[in-house]
């Protein structure tokens, strides 16, 4: 597609339970990022992978996050034993590489931790 | 430590006039800052990137200075309508850590 796609668009789950977050990024693009969004707040920074480098981790807020990235292209973000806490939007952005450039961000997954 | 800070408060500016947003930071040498345009329910857009050698950049309505001196951007729109009323991103690039840092935004209501 044209744009960075996210899936679901929302996602309802249950404490305790785990979920999994899609990004597409746009083709071609090398890095992807993905960040935090609670109400009313800035963006968390919490993971970027660029090409074949070890990912930068250092925003993931507990080992209950983790992420993926397969063949350099889709990105799985997953968040083990969900607590009331995870709920939020998260974004994934992508761009062409990780210096001075623009990222383009996809419309992101609202999570409900009920 | 380090921070980003935009203006705190909500924006409310009358249909025609100049907006005006700020953006400081603290701790940082970032060799660009970007705006970013956020709509309810979707994702940041981007506006404009300026560089540290630039003092001034502007696209259509839209304008923004960078002192690297006051460590200080301002994003101007010009002739505003109320089709602009959005919330406003900074970022600026921690070279340190290879990544961009986005401020927390300011929401902007244009009124008729």
């Known amino acids: 597609g044209a744009g960075v796609s996210q899936s679901p668009s929302n996602k309802v789950t249950e404490k305790g339970k785990d979920v999994e977050l899609r990004c597409d990024p746009i083709?071609?693009?090398?890095?992807l990022y993905w960040y935090r969004q609670s109400l009313g707040q800035g963006l968390e920074f919490l993971i970027y992978?660029?090409?074949?480098?070890?990912?930068?981790k250092s925003g993931l807020p507990s080992d209950r996050f983790s992420a993926e990235r397969t063949g350099g292209s889709v990105s799985t973000l997953t968040i083990q034993r969900t607590q009331q806490e995870d709920s939020a939007v998260y974004l994934c952005?992508?761009?062409?590489?990780?210096?001075?450039?623009?990222?383009?961000f996809g419309a992101g997954t609202r999570l409900s931790v009920l | 430590s380090q921070k980003i800070e935009q203006n705190s408060e909500a924006l409310n500016i009358q249909e025609g006039k100049t907006a005006t947003l700020t953006c400081n930071y603290t701790?940082?040498?970032?060799?660009?800052l970007q705006w970013y345009r956020q709509d309810p329910g979707r994702g940041p857009v981007f506006l404009l990137l300026?560089?540290?050698?630039?003092k001034e950049k502007r696209k259509e309505r839209l304008k923004v200075t960078f002192d690297t001196t006051l460590k200080q951007s301002l994003f101007h729109i010009t002739a505003s309508q109320p089709a602009d009323s959005a919330t406003y991103l900074c970022?600026?690039?921690?070279?340190?850590?290879?990544?961009?840092?986005f401020g927390s935004g300011t929401r902007l209501s244009i009124r008729p």
């Open positions: 970022a600026l690039d921690d070279s340190s850590a290879s990544k961009i840092i």
């Open positions: 992978f660029q090409g074949n480098s070890a990912p930068d």
């Open positions: 701790n940082y040498s970032p060799a660009y």
């Open positions: 952005a992508s761009s062409l590489r990780v210096e001075k450039n623009i990222q383009y």
């Open positions: 083709s071609g693009h090398t890095a």
């Open positions: 300026i560089r540290e050698n630039e």
